[in-house]
């Protein structure tokens, strides 16, 4: 009992620090913008672009022919492969004791067939989320997220998360603390999630991705940079 509630209050302290160190960061000296020498860093905004975020490593940066591309990573996949694979094997593991039993219940086919596709459509609407296209083309000069169709355009679609590569001024990362309720083990799940963001002309934002695995999201911001050829312009971490 002892060792259980030491363990508590060292994941509340644990808590209280990061908490304090974010305080500190937000309240202490101001980012010096001056050391990115441009007047666009000082005009564009420098908090979260997408609160939240997931504290493994959903996408990561390769290149192909003409253009470079984020993909959702094995671990993504399987996150939202996971509630569907429940959403079909609930039904069967529910359905074949009454079949071989002979007995029947009306409230039943409901929860056979309900609550399983609850699971089968989150897990699916993950899937899609995950599966997003996420492409710097260099081939039509565009960035976007989301489907096109054959040669159709960003601006032909219209998708709501596109620019042209040439209005991309650099990539900022910057983070946030993300606070989520302990689990089932008792453990807190709070966790810090990094942003890779385009900085455009008009101090606009666009984001790229969003994280917790912190090395990794540094080392693909550098390889997109090094195919964009624009600066990292890093914020607190």
């Known amino acids: 009992m002892f060792k259980n509630l030491g363990e508590k209050l060292t994941e509340k302290i644990g808590e209280i620090g990061?908490?304090?160190?974010?305080?500190?960061?937000?309240?202490?000296?101001?980012?010096?913008?001056?050391?990115?020498?441009?007047p666009i860093a000082e005009k564009t905004e420098w908090s979260p672009l997408?609160?939240?975020?997931?504290?493994?490593?959903?996408?990561?940066?390769?290149k192909k022919t003409g253009e470079a591309r984020f993909k959702a990573t094995k671990g993504n996949l399987m996150f939202s492969g996971i509630f569907m694979v429940i959403g079909l094997v609930?039904?069967?593991?529910?359905?074949?004791?009454?079949?071989?039993?002979?007995?029947?219940?009306?409230?039943l086919p409901f929860i056979v067939n309900f609550v399983p596709l609850v699971?089968?459509?989150?897990?699916?609407?993950?899937?899609?989320?995950?599966?997003?296209?996420?492409?710097?083309s260099k081939t039509t000069g565009y960035f976007w997220k989301g489907r096109l169709k054959g040669n159709e355009s960003p601006?032909?679609?219209?998708?709501?998360?596109?620019?042209?590569?040439?209005d991309i001024v650099a990539l900022q990362i910057i983070s946030e603390h993300v606070s989520g309720?302990?689990?089932?083990?008792?453990?807190s799940s709070s966790f810090r999630s990094y942003e890779i963001n385009?900085?455009?002309?008009?101090?606009?934002?666009l984001n790229?991705?969003?994280?917790?695995?912190?090395?990794?999201?540094l080392e693909d911001a550098e390889k997109l940079a090094a195919y964009l050829g624009v600066p990292v312009w890093m914020g607190r971490i």
């Open 18 to 38: 990061d908490s304090i160190k974010d305080a500190i960061k937000a309240s202490g000296t101001p980012l010096d913008l001056s050391k990115f020498n441009n």
């Open 50 to 62: 997408k609160p939240g975020g997931t504290s493994f490593r959903t996408h990561e940066f390769y």
């Open 90 to 107: 609930v039904p069967v593991l529910m359905m074949t004791p009454a079949i071989s039993s002979g007995s029947s219940s009306e409230a």
């Open 119 to 136: 699971f089968f459509f989150a897990g699916f609407f993950l899937f899609r989320v995950s599966t997003k296209p996420i492409v710097f």
């Open 155 to 166: 601006e032909q679609k219209p998708l709501k998360e596109y620019c042209r590569l040439r």
């Open 181 to 187: 309720s302990s689990s089932s083990s008792g453990r």
């Open 198 to 205: 385009l900085i455009l002309q008009d101090a606009g934002r």
């Open 208 to 217: 790229v991705i969003d994280h917790g695995k912190k090395i990794k999201l």
